[in-house]
């Protein structure tokens, strides 16, 4: 159980053009989800929470007009990256948490998406 | 505030040898749980172990142990007898249970020659 997808796995998209990603919970459900980004070599940096029925809470220095998140159900997430540059080029990652569970500290990762922007 | 650190950045073990990474944690909570990840090339994140804050014993998976010691907030990852398909970048990860978010470490790039 407890498994988490993402789509697509990879994506190459011209500059100035929008791709959209999608995070899904697949056998549970997450009134919450994370996005994550991770730069070549470096570490997973949390871009923003996004909650189900409400706007994402973004961390400082992410352009949330940039990057739109729209969680519209118990089981699916989207994070469009509008305009996309070449320094967006990124590991995009998403977990979700299962708030049905009494401790809902567990988060579970997706397989991430891979963007490069041209 | 929340911090992991993982103070070695990359290392190199020769196939066999048995290797640690580090961890060290901060965190004013008194509930939080902590994670070790590995992320092969292919970039999945490969979820190893969780623990939480008041369980402190010591655990062991075939060729992986951890050891946690509160006492000196660190939460280190051995591999015994290391193999090639063990060559990755593993993360250490800290979930306070105010915070509400995953702070992940830099990350340690393990490379087994053979």
């Known amino acids: 159980g407890a498994v988490v997808s993402q789509h697509p796995s990879r994506v190459i998209c011209k500059s100035g053009t929008s791709v959209k990603i999608e995070c899904r919970s697949l056998?549970?459900?997450?009134?919450?989800m994370f996005w994550y980004r991770q730069f070549p070599k470096q570490s997973l940096m949390l871009m923003a929470t996004?909650?189900?029925?409400?706007?994402?809470?973004?961390e400082q220095g992410v352009e949330k007009d940039k990057f739109l998140i729209n969680h519209a159900s118990l089981t699916l997430s989207t994070l469009t990256v509008t305009s996309a540059h070449p320094e967006d080029s990124s590991f995009y990652i998403c977990?979700?948490?299962?708030?049905?569970?009494?401790?809902?500290?567990?988060?579970?990762f997706g397989p991430g998406t891979r963007l490069t922007v041209t | 505030a929340q911090k992991v650190t993982q103070a070695q950045t990359e290392i190199s073990v020769v196939e066999k040898e048995d290797v640690t990474l580090d961890c060290v944690y901060e965190?004013?909570?008194?509930?939080?749980?902590l994670f070790w990840y590995k992320q092969p090339p292919s970039g999945e994140l490969v979820f190893l172990i969780r623990r939480n804050s008041f369980d402190e014993q010591n655990e062991i998976s075939g060729r992986y142990s951890w050891n946690f010691q509160k006492s000196t907030s660190s939460f280190n990852f051995t591999i015994t007898a290391s193999q090639v398909v063990d060559s990755a970048v593993y993360f250490c990860?800290?979930?306070?249970?105010?915070?509400?978010?995953?702070?992940f470490g830099t990350g340690t790039k393990l490379q087994v020659i053979p």
């Open positions: 056998d549970f459900q997450a009134t919450t």
């Open positions: 996004s909650n189900e029925g409400s706007k994402a809470t973004y």
């Open positions: 990860a800290l979930l306070s249970g105010g915070y509400q978010k995953v702070t």
């Open positions: 977990s979700a948490r299962d708030t049905t569970r009494i401790s809902s500290y567990e988060q579970y």
């Open positions: 965190t004013r909570d008194t509930t939080y749980y």
